[in-house]
């Protein structure tokens, strides 16, 4: 089963495609970002303490999610295959991430990440912000989330790349054009 992750930066696809790849992979999608957005709907503990971050565009503090997705990956009813969108973001999550996977033998077998041009990122999510309702998807808030994956999620694929698991999949062009670019590159890749 498919273990994998899309690393991305916000309005590159990884919501649309992870979707997609789950189906097809008959596996879990776990999107930190919309599990966030359910904590802070329903104003559990979490959803109260993650609101603020998530309207600034920062990020929620490492412990909280690290808890939060450890709880549903690595936890008592432990999943053998997922796709994981937004997670990790940060070096410690990364590396803590690792650890787990490392612990129970279910390390990940790819990670995706989109590359798309930065005028269209801004293209794409001013458009989504007229019609998604997210309140973090304002042209304010849009710049700053950029901002903060260039600084604490770009590292990442250096990190990845260095396992030797990273794909770099042009992200530009259809929805359908791009999850067959990612199929291709998932192809030679074994994972029972
Ligand atoms: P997304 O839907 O992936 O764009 O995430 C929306 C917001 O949720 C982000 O701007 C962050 O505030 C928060 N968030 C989602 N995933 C993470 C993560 N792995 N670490 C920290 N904050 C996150």
């Known amino acids: 089963m498919l273990r994998a992750l899309l690393l991305a930066p916000p309005g590159a696809g990884k919501g649309t495609q992870g979707e997609r790849l789950a189906q097809v992979y008959g596996v879990p999608h776990l999107a930190t970002g919309d599990l966030l957005r359910h904590h802070v709907a329903e104003a559990t503990a979490l959803g109260r303490e993650a609101k603020g971050y998530m309207d600034r565009g920062e990020l929620v503090p490492d412990r909280l999610v690290v808890d939060m997705v450890s709880d549903r990956i690595a936890g008592a009813q432990q999943l053998a295959g ?3 969108d937004g997670f990790p973001r940060t070096l410690t999550q990364a590396r803590q991430s690792y650890e787990w996977g490392r612990a129970k ?3 990940f077998h790819a990670v ?3 590359q798309v041009p930065e005028d269209e990122l801004v293209r794409r999510l001013v458009e989504r912000g007229r019609s ?3 309140t973090d998807d304002n042209e304010e808030t849009i710049r700053n989330r950029l901002a903060v994956y260039a600084e604490h999620t770009e590292p990442l694929l250096d990190f990845y790349r260095g396992r030797e698991i990273l794909l770099e999949v042009d992200g530009t062009g259809t929805v359908p054009e791009v999850t067959a670019r990612i199929g ?4 030679p890749l074994a994972f029972p």
């Open 82 to 84: 997922f796709v994981l």
């Open 105 to 107: 033998g279910r390390t």
């Open 112 to 114: 995706i990440s989109l």
């Open 132 to 134: 998604s309702g997210r």
């Open 184 to 187: 291709g590159a998932l192809l």
